[in-house]
């Protein structure tokens, strides 16, 4: 069982975020979701455009959009990593 303690109530816009890194991570394994994290950070020189983030916030953005509309994130991750878009 895994537990995250925050401070402040968080938002369901940054739970998602934060759970499609979840859902990243499990389809890629630690290291190529380590390799393409580091990698898009020292690519870039931003946060905001390493790839993984660009994925999560762009779901994020459709999920805050249209909440009731159902969309598969792990489809979304497999697609991504497919096109090598990390």
């Given at each position: 069982m895994d537990i995250i303690v925050h401070s402040e109530r968080l938002s369901d816009a940054l739970l998602f975020h934060e759970l499609v890194h979840v859902v990243q991570y499990e389809v890629l394994g630690l290291r190529r979701f380590a390799g393409?994290?580091?990698r898009g950070?020292?690519?870039s020189?931003?946060?905001d455009d390493i790839p993984l983030e660009?994925?999560?916030y762009s779901l994020g953005h459709r999920f805050e959009q249209r909440p009731r509309e159902g969309f598969s994130v792990l489809e979304e991750v497999r697609?991504?990593?497919a096109s090598g878009r990390f």
């Amino acid at each position: 069982m895994d537990i995250i303690v925050h401070s402040e109530r968080l938002s369901d816009a940054l739970l998602f975020h934060e759970l499609v890194h979840v859902v990243q991570y499990e389809v890629l394994g630690l290291r190529r979701f380590a390799g393409y994290y580091v990698r898009g950070f020292l690519t870039s020189g931003s946060y905001d455009d390493i790839p993984l983030e660009r994925q999560a916030y762009s779901l994020g953005h459709r999920f805050e959009q249209r909440p009731r509309e159902g969309f598969s994130v792990l489809e979304e991750v497999r697609e991504w990593q497919a096109s090598g878009r990390f």
